[in-house]
């Protein structure tokens, strides 16, 4: 097993508290060069300061977190050579034009394409001639992701990044985030919109309370849930209590809905030893909002920590993977 | 919950933001008061000599453009009242004008007032209850006044209680009229830095024209134009006119309507002035966060430069009249040697010490520049700036550089107008010597930012009340420590207590260089680590 080039981001047991409070907990985190990697999660879960502790703003309480296979707090200045970082909420300097924040910025990182500069101002319909307290919301975000996007840096760190864009303008961002994983570029996004997720990344790590509880590709984590089937019959409903795999059934006249976890063949055969006659069975993997709400779904008591428990071990079967 | 009057909470709310300050102004206004009477009673405890320093001031026409028309000097009411209505109100007026810009335009521009006004408050009944909270403030402020003047002038010295109470009025009312001009101003302007520049632009003219009117009795009618001569026409303790203070009155009634009836019209967070929300580009002082720093904090570098300059250039004009009178009285001599090896009968030694004021003025500017580096972290800006390719020790560094270069700037622009105001007047203070001055204010100023700094490494939270604290505490300790009979060494804690009083005597340089080395020792304390700690927001 020969790994010769350095993850683009490595934590190991990475943990935060402030005081009492634990914010991040045992994070073990692996992203590779070229992978768009999501990080979702509800408002408080560590997400912002999983990033700041990447960022070198904060310093971990323990474990270690090193970009390009440098440390992310003692070679701040060389790791933030090779990246860029966009916050949930821009907070620039009042005083300065769009445009002369750009320049600032531009000059603070030292390399930036002013070419795709104007292209993107272009592109985000931007007014760069505005002083930034006359921004809204919105317009301050785009300052900052063009900043971000125009220095072409190797890894793009965007922590909700599309907070107060418009719909058009979010469907740009997505264009410019494509581009960018084509051209090689490695992003580290955090949200909670979860269709942007959805539409970009190609892993998804899911933290709640300052644990990583999932990671892995869309199509891991949809693999290792439960499957919604519905079965149309004529005749009596069948009886799958008891069927291994098979909960949540609800039933209606000539129609039933389950949920199946792991293999469908116990379903399948209790439906064929059934009295109906199946007339038609779907079945359709989870959203990305499903899975997220079945982590964070009301009244979870003890099964939710059962699950949080599964979803480390998953983890870092997944890391393990990744790892080879 | 439902609140039958939100007023109240908003009311709450904007006393609570300013009464920690009103309270140090109502203390700091009852210890002018007490120490002027104090000083007076040391200073000339007899009937020929208080007649003497009356005669002199009649004769001292500098004095009296700075500090006032003199009426009735030879009492120890007339005296105090002219003394402090010297300078007071000029405190109340700045306090007030900062106070209304900050409350009503600062809290607008940062967003928080959207949200009272989401609430149940119309945007006129909020702008009434915000300068409500702040005329409290104001009484606050006058309730110190008005005590130390009763208990000390009134109780021991026999001041007539009538004109007493006109006097701690004369004081105060500064603050809420110039309040008046803060909230018209924050009406006009969509910034506050644009407020206060307005407020200050009409502070200092009218400063400028009541001067002019003090300095001959031929421009004497200028007074009616200015609001600063309307609170000179009001002469308690003199001749207790009415006037001024029904011009008072009216301007405050008039101001606070134009501002409401503004507030009840226009868009939040707009002003009625259009401000330039466009711009060209200026890509000069952009290369670094350190340049960056510098073209934020030019503005304030000019206003402080201006102001101690103004300060400089009175000091400087009055110097040769105020050694005069010091020449034929021993009283005063004797008050003067309090604070120093220091002969005040000369335009050297009465600079001298003039120029512990501006040493005081540098340090709470050197203490608001700790603040604007910790306004930079708070706002979630330095975030910004450190997740580029910039080192935070170089950053820090850049900053603090940026703060000494502010405060240089402005006790520059005093010990050089200083010296040009002596000159004008026919003392020649040598200019190298008024140099040294500049040198001797500096030093505190940049020992409180590597304190500050220090603090800000630690406590981020708290550093820039606690810097602004020591700069009040150690030069409080200075002011009543002898008198009160501290111990030596902790009187030696004061880096006030360590000035040479420049251009009094010659710049102590070993005394210099170690208040500076201890400021770059704690600044790279600070340096180190700030290093080391999280970034702490809001």
Known sequence: MLVDVPPVIRTRALTKRFGATVALERLDLDVGAGEVVGFLGPNGAGKTTTIRLLLGLLRASAGSAQLFGLD????????????????GEATLWPGLTGAETLEFLARLHGSVDAA??????????????????????????????IAALATRAELLVLDEPTAGLDPLMEEVFRQCAREAAARGQTIFLSSHILSEVEALCDRVGILRAGRL??????????????????????????????????????????????????????????????????????SREPSLEELFLAHYGAGEGRAGEGRAGEGRAQSSRSLAGHAL | MRSERPQWALLALVVRRNWRVALAWSLAFALVVLSTISGYVAAYPHAPERLRLAADLARSGGLQAVFGRAHEIGTVAGFTAWRTAAVLPLVAG??????????????????RAEQVLAGALTPLRAAATAIAGLLACAAVVWLGATLALLLDGGLVYGFPLGGTLYLALCLVLPAPLFMAVGALAGELAATRRLAVTIGAAVFG?????????????ALGWLHWLTPLGWVEEMRPLAQNRAPGLILIVLACAVLFGAAL??????????????????????????????????????????????????AGLMFGLIAHSVAQIAATSSGLRQTASRWGAVNIATAEGYLGLAFLFVAVAACVYGATQVGATREEESSGRLDTLLCTPVRRSSWLAGRLL????????????????????????????????????????????????????????????VCATLTLGLVAGTFLLELVGAAVKAPPWLLEVSPFHHLSLAPAAALDGPTTVALLALAVAAASAGVWLFGRRDLAGA
Not at chain 1, 256 to 266: E, F, K, N, P, Y
Not at chain 2, 205 to 217: E, H, N, Q, W, Y
């Open chain 1, 116 to 145: 795709y500069r104007e292209e993107l101002i272009e592109r985000f319909d931007f007014h760069p001639a505005t002083r930034v307290r006359a921004y809204s919301k919105g317009n301050r975000q785009k300052l900052s992701l």
């Open chain 1, 213 to 282: 509880i999932e990671i892995g590709t869309l199509g891991d984590l949809r693999h290792l849930s439960a499957v919604t089937v519905e079965v149309t019959f004529n005749g009596p409903a069948p009886e799958l209590a008891g069927v291994a795999g098979v909960r949540a059934v609800s039933c209606e006249p000539g129609r039933l809905r389950c949920q199946v976890q792991g293999s469908m063949s116990a379903l399948v055969a209790a439906l064929a030893a059934g009295e109906s006659e199946v007339v038609q069975l779907l």
């Open chain 2, 94 to 111: 700045v306090w007030g004008l900062l106070a209304a810009t900050r409350t009503l335009r600062g809290e607008e521009e940062a967003g």
């Open chain 1, 72 to 87: 992310s707090r003692r070679d701040a200045v060389a790791v933030h050579r090779r990246l860029a970082y966009v916050p």
């Open chain 2, 402 to 461: 940026v703060a000494c270069a502010c405060v240089a700037a402005a006790v520059l622009s005093a010990a050089v107008l200083g010296w040009a105001g002596a000159a004008a007047q026919g003392s020649h203070v040598p200019l190298a010597r008024m140099l040294q001055a500049a040198l001797d204010a500096f030093s505190p100023a940049v020992l409180f930012i590597g304190v500050g700094t220090l603090l800000f490494a630690l406590a981020p939270r």
């Open chain 2, 261 to 310: 009836v503004l507030a009840g019209r226009r868009d939040i967070g707009a002003g009625v002035l259009a401000s330039a929300t466009e711009a060209q580009p200026a890509l000069r002082l952009l290369g670094s966060p350190t340049a960056l720093a510098l073209r934020n904090a030019r503005g304030g570098m000019l206003g402080w430069a201006l102001g101690l300059g103004a």
């Open chain 2, 205 to 217: 003219a009218s400063f400028v024209l009541r001067v002019a009117a003090d300095s001959t009795a």
